[in-house]
């Protein structure tokens, strides 16, 4: 193994869409340099890796950023930061039209103006938007972006960021990068739990399963306080192909249906958590299978959801063509995904104030593994990057490196050489994996028991997680790809725990499907209209509920 | 899901390797290309979209529903065409202008 160490001002971690969006902001307003470790390769990495074919945060004529904010509150039911969303909002418009300058196609009428979904939606040709952004990036004087390079841990000392340790999986290297600031862009977390398909399709899901939760896992073990972990997100996907469903709901104004051919939305809510809900439980009274009612739409409507789908899910395009029906000749059936952790949908994620500074010390945060602000969609994600690059911009100007000691080195790398050295164990990365994504699918809310819990299991949930951590301390990898899956796994049972821990901790329903707590299955907002907030200390999750921060007033850390 | 790759078509410039965002395609020692761990596709079919020999197609999983159509794609200026290949021998082929936007 090969050992490499490296300085920089602004360390980027994650080269997706925040990331990306970053690294420019950062270029555009100082001559700080900059890396960016992507343990893929930016030119498709992230969530716009096969593309996306709307923007569904814009303001659009006539609308505000407090509209934007009113409308994802709503959605929340109220646990939302609105310090958070306001200052994303109020960038939305400015990132895509710098998206627009950068070559993303966006869909405009004879007057040129952007033509409109909805109320905050754009109609754009996205299957390029995330090579657009790399090449942007790229371009960039004083960026350096180390492809393949996986961050296993912070550097972190006396809640001061020092930098991160990172394997390089092609050049077999361990790199240790110190940096005076630190912008976490890792994204969510995908594969906690056991996924529709768990065979041989297992990976066809709706959120990239390459995102393992890093970035949530490396500020929980950091210490850096989290908040609404407790807020899974459950997309409502076409079945199998698992691709979306809004550009039926909205592009053709497609009604949930069930097998009686009742419209049964209306009966359940329009809410992302509703919908979901709705379809569950028109399935366990005997009314499913639910579809998405496109039978009667044109054929020019056909012709234009199967050009739609290649741009975004090509897979629900073939599978329409496989079938040899069109939408027009057959409702489209759907289903909920497992639930996932993704701050740029829900709430979970670093608990930020409006600059999106963590709790750690020169530890700013952006996109989804950034808390308090969901709906966050494409443009959010770049707007979150934009703050956070100009406050560690100015951060990086007013604070020095602070050194990372030998002695942390020396142990991340004996950490490596362990998992590197052959041992007497029968259990592999893969085997953990699958156990873990059935204890989360059978006690803490997964598919199998249509998204509820209880206390009891939820316990029993906790102590399996803890056990398959014990024993992940024992695998071993044969190279370093292998050594990413390792660090990955126990990646998400870290996430895994903090999940449990506050699923537990939010003794209410709020949320159907999302956290629903059989023991406590109504909303109780005496109590529970907080934040539910942790902090890892001494090897146990402290749970913290903080007040609602108030409509047009602003949180700042008080350290 | 997951892509196949043909090794006889295929020329060993590695940009499916590289671009993949799970890692998972490799080189072996004739210096083709393949999927180490077909499993694991995503099915973002970015891999198929760089190959400058349309070596890479990619299938729908039987799990999911597929029936062994193959697809892949070309590209023309700012044409994409998506070429998808039926199992009973006939071809289907849609062309997307990259310069114009989805409609719905
Ligand atoms: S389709 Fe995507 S995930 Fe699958 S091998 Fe190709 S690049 Fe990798
Ligand atoms: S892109 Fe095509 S030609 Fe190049 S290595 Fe991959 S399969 Fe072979």
């Given at each position: 193994m090969k050992t490499e160490k490296l300085t920089t001002d602004i360390l980027i971690i994650g080269g997706g869409t925040a990331g990306c969006y970053a690294a420019l902001t950062i270029s555009e307003n100082s001559d700080k340099k900059v890396i960016i470790c992507e343990k893929a390769h930016i030119k498709r990495s992230g969530c716009l890796a096969a593309g996306v074919n709307a923007l569904n945060a814009y303001i659009t004529e006539g609308r505000t950023p407090q509209d934007y904010v009113d409308y994802a509150k709503h959605d929340a039911d109220g646990i939302v930061r609105e310090d958070l969303l306001l200052t994303m909002s109020e960038r939305l418009n400015s990132v895509t039209h710098r998206l627009e300058q950068l070559g993303l196609v966006i869909l405009k009428d004879e007057n040129g103006k952007y033509v409109t979904r909805g109320n905050r939606n754009l109609k754009i040709n996205g299957e390029n938007i995330k090579p657009i952004l790399a090449k942007a990036v790229e371009a960039l004087p004083n960026t350096t972006i180390l492809n393949r390079v996986n961050v296993i841990d912070f550097a972190v000392k006396d809640n001061r960021i020092q930098g991160a340790f990172g394997i390089g999986i092609d050049d077999d290297t361990f790199y240790t990068i110190e940096a005076k600031a630190v912008i976490i862009a890792t994204g969510g977390a995908a594969g906690l739990y056991k996924p529709n398909n768990p065979g041989f399709s297992r990976h066809k899901m709706w959120y990239p399963p390459f995102n393992t939760g890093a970035g949530y896992a490396m500020g929980i073990k950091a210490g850096a306080e989290m908040t609404t972990f407790e807020m899974r997100f459950i997309a409502l996907r076409c079945k199998d192909t698992i691709a979306p469903t809004g550009t039926l709901a909205q592009g053709v104004g497609a009604k949930q249906v069930n097998s009686l051919g009742e419209v049964y939305e209306t009966k359940y809510g329009l809410t992302t958590s509703e919908r979901v809900y709705g379809t569950v439980n028109e399935n366990q009274e005997g009314r499913g299978p639910c579809y998405l009612r496109t039978e009667g739409i044109t054929p020019e409507q056909d012709e234009s959801l199967l050009k739609a789908y290649l741009n975004m899910a090509p897979s629900q395009t073939i599978k329409w063509i496989e079938s040899g029906k069109n939408p027009s000749q057959q409702n489209v059936e759907i289903e909920g995904t497992e639930p996932y952790i993704v701050g740029g949908h829900t709430a979970s994620g670093y608990w930020v104030d409006t600059k999106r500074a963590t709790t750690i010390n020169g530890l700013f945060a952006g996109g989804?593994?950034?808390?308090?602000?969901?709906?966050?969609?494409v443009t959010g994600a770049l707007a979150e990057g934009e703050i956070a690059a100009l406050s560690a911009v100015e951060y990086v100007s007013e604070n020095d490196i602070s050194p990372i000691e030998s002695s942390n080195i020396d142990s991340h790398i004996s950490e490596v050489e362990n998992f590197l050295t052959k041992k007497d164990s029968h259990f592999t990365t893969e085997q953990l994996e699958e156990a873990m994504q059935s204890v989360m699918d059978s006690y803490a809310g997964g598919i199998k028991t249509n998204y509820r819990f209880n206390e009891k299991q939820l316990d029993i949930a906790d102590y399996k997680i803890k056990q398959l951590t014990e024993l992940s301390n024992s695998l071993y990898a044969e190279d370093f790809q292998e050594l990413m899956y390792i660090y990955e796994l126990r990646e998400r049972l870290t996430v895994c725990r903090s999940v449990i821990a506050h699923l537990k901790a939010?003794?209410?329903?709020?949320w159907h499907s999302f956290a629903e707590n059989l023991d406590y299955p109504n909303k109780d907002d005496k109590n529970f209209n907080k934040y539910v907030n942790s902090r890892f200390e001494n090897g146990e999750i402290k749970i913290i509920l903080r007040d609602l921060v108030p409509g047009g007033k602003s949180y700042e850390h008080s350290n | 899901m997951s892509i196949a790759i043909n090794k006889q078509k295929c020329v060993g410039c590695g940009r499916c390797r590289n671009v993949c965002p799970g890692s998972l395609i490799k080189i072996d020692e004739s210096g083709k290309a393949y999927i180490k761990y077909p499993k694991d596709c995503w099915g973002c079919t970015s891999c198929i979209k760089e190959c400058p020999v349309h070596a890479i197609n990619f299938y729908l999983g039987a799990d999911i529903g597929g029936m062994g159509s193959m697809v892949h794609t070309e590209k023309n200026g700012d044409i994409l065409s998506w070429i998808i290949e039926k199992p009973q021998g006939d071809t289907i082929k849609i062309d997307i202008n990259q310069r114009e936007s989805n409609k719905y």
């Open positions: 989804d593994v950034a808390g308090g602000a969901p709906q966050k969609y939010r003794k209410e329903t709020r | -």
